[in-house]
């Protein structure tokens, strides 16, 4: 599936520019374990880079002239890098121009260039096809103008665009997934000071299947901005009151607890998930280390209850997938994954029963909301390359 992606990216290249292209870049999607809301709110997440990719082929123009062209959209957008760069109408268009905007920004030198993307990344199923984006294209311009960019600086970078040109105020897990992942390893990321760790993503007799609900609800956005804005009114109460804790990562279920009435029913129920999550994302670290999947299972479920109840980012779409399964034998753990408001369920499956339980919840899907489900068995793969040059 890589190499068909990668021959038809280039081949369109060919066929619209009349040359080869002199770069082809992999950038990957991502999924994420466990740890969601909690990238914003100093805690830690646990994210890997999977097997879908945008594909880029790229080459440099001698002047300041930039093409780009999204394959799957058909659309082309033209522009001159000299140009003062902002948001215009094209979303797609204004991942790939905030992250030139913040290289211009920073004084980069850079001349123009012509991409052709293509990619088996789904949009708008929760697997960050916009970090793949803006990292590929972060990753791309530092090899071919010798940038000497870090790959963290790559995923800040991209972070920054999507907060810039997408309006989404987004915390950093994404672009680190989609630049720090490592084939059949999930990161430990510790998103206060960004230091990570690697864990052996061996799952045993079990493998981690993706429903995709097919759905993604307009509100995605502004839910998300308007979550952000209430665990910081949640974390400012609760620094009147608790001098002592400086973020969420040092509050505890307690101090929360205590203070439900200062915080009133919506921002009480939001800021207990933040530091229920935190720990769940701890205690799955561990279990990994143990191969107990059991645990790792049951803290996924927990994860989806405190998501759905407490911090409101589900939809009934999500929560019957993850319903459906919650008392199958040969599923550990179920929860919705990423930002919310639709995309994909994440479910840790006995090997071998996937197909058995897809063509089941399809099917009691499809009843209820007359919507085709979307399976996807992924692989843990590595994240943003070169592919050749
Ligand atoms: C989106 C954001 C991430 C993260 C997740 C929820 O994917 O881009 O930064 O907050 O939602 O965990």
């Given at each position: 599936m890589k190499k068909k992606l990668i021959n038809h990216t280039s081949e369109h290249f060919e066929k619209i520019l009349q040359k080869k292209p002199e770069y082809?870049?992999?950038?990957p999607g991502r999924i994420n374990i466990i740890g969601e809301h909690v990238d914003y709110n100093d805690g830690f997440v646990m994210p890997a880079a999977i097997n879908k990719y945008i594909c880029f082929a790229v080459s440099k123009n001698e002047d300041s002239q930039c093409t780009l062209i999204a394959k799957d959209l058909?659309?082309?957008y033209k522009f001159d890098l000299n140009d003062e760069l902002?948001?215009?109408?094209?979303?797609?268009?204004?991942?790939?121009?905030?992250?030139?905007?913040?290289?211009?920004?920073?004084?980069?030198?850079?001349?123009?260039?012509?991409?052709?993307?293509?990619?088996?990344?789904?949009?708008?199923?929760?697997?960050?096809?916009?970090?793949a984006l803006e990292c590929g294209i972060g990753y791309a311009m530092n090899k071919m103008f010798e940038l000497d960019l870090s790959k963290e600086e790559i995923a800040l970078i991209g972070q920054k665009a999507e907060h810039t040109f997408a309006g989404v105020n987004c915390g950093i897990m994404d672009q680190f997934a989609s630049v720090f992942g490592k084939k059949n390893s999930v990161i430990k990321l510790d998103c206060t000071t960004l230091e990570y760790q690697y864990y052996?993503?061996?799952?045993?007799?079990?493998?981690?299947?993706?429903?995709?609900s097919n759905v993604k609800h307009t509100h995605l956005t502004s839910g998300y901005n308007v979550r952000r804005q209430e665990v910081e009114l949640g974390l400012a109460i609760i620094k009147q009151h608790f001098p002592e804790v400086r973020t969420f990562r040092n509050c505890t279920e307690k101090i929360v607890l205590d203070l439900e009435q200062e915080l009133g029913p919506i921002v009480f129920k939001r800021c207990l998930f933040v530091v229920k999550e935190i720990q769940r994302v701890l205690d799955a670290a561990d279990a990994l280390t143990n191969s107990d999947f059991k645990k790792l299972g049951q803290?996924?479920?927990?994860?989806?209850?405190?998501?759905?109840?407490?911090?409101?980012?589900?939809c009934d779409e999500i929560d019957f997938l993850v319903d459906s399964v919650q008392h199958e034998k040969t599923v550990l753990g179920a929860r919705m994954m990423g930002g919310?408001?639709?995309g994909c369920s994440i479910n840790l499956v006995e090997k071998g029963t996937e197909d058995e339980l897809i063509e089941r919840v399809s099917q009691q899907y499809r009843t209820a909301f007359g919507i085709e489900l979307k399976p996807y068995k992924i692989k843990i793969s590595k994240g943003t390359t070169l592919y050749k040059n």
């Open positions: 082809i870049f992999l950038s058909n659309e082309a902002k948001p215009i109408d094209k979303m797609w268009a204004n991942y790939i121009l905030g992250v030139l905007h913040q290289l211009k920004k920073k004084g980069f030198k850079m001349s123009g260039f012509n991409i052709v993307f293509s990619s088996t990344v789904p949009m708008g199923a929760g697997l960050s096809s916009s970090a052996k993503a061996d799952f045993k007799k079990y493998s981690l299947l993706l429903l995709d803290l996924m479920s927990e994860a989806h209850k405190g998501l759905s109840k407490e911090y409101e980012v589900s919310g408001f639709g």
